[in-house]
Nanobody, 120 residues
Framework: QVQFVESGGGLVQAGGSLRLSCAAS????????MGWYRQAPGKQRVLVAL???????NYAEFVKGRFTISRDNAKNTVYLQMNSLKPEDTAVYYC??????????????WGQGNQVTVSS
């Protein structure tokens, strides 16, 4: 059974930091490119960052220089360190595989997400 369990969200003031974690199960984690996504109220879910099996990373322009994605293959866990947070970063954050994999396309395996709220 594929499962993604996110943790670490919360309320923080603008300029603050948070670290999100996502424990994955039911997939060959170490060979999958993993991603963090977010969905703000009234908006579609968007890709925030990707990390390949070898540790290569890619970021959306709106988080470059502020967010860092990392992974621990021994723990089947992917992380998102978020610094210099802005009110516009307020959203529910999810992890999943990279877009267009079978798991991602199924739509059945999104976790409960983690609410991140940044106050001004």
């Amino acid at each position: 059974q594929v499962q993604f369990v996110e943790s670490g969200g919360g309320l923080v003031q603008a300029g603050g930091s948070l670290r999100l974690s996502c424990a994955a199960s039911g997939i060959p984690f170490s060979i999958n490119t993993m991603g963090w996504y977010r969905q703000a109220p009234g908006k579609q879910r968007v890709l925030v960052a990707l990390i390949s099996s070898g540790g290569g990373t890619n970021y959306a322009e709106f988080v470059k220089g502020r967010f860092t994605i990392s992974r621990d293959n021994a723990k089947n866990t992917v992380y998102l360190q978020m610094n210099s947070l802005k009110p516009e970063d307020t959203a529910v954050y999810y992890c999943n595989t990279e877009p267009w994999t079978t798991v991602w396309l199924s739509g059945d395996y999104w976790g409960q997400g983690n609410q991140v709220t940044v106050s001004s």
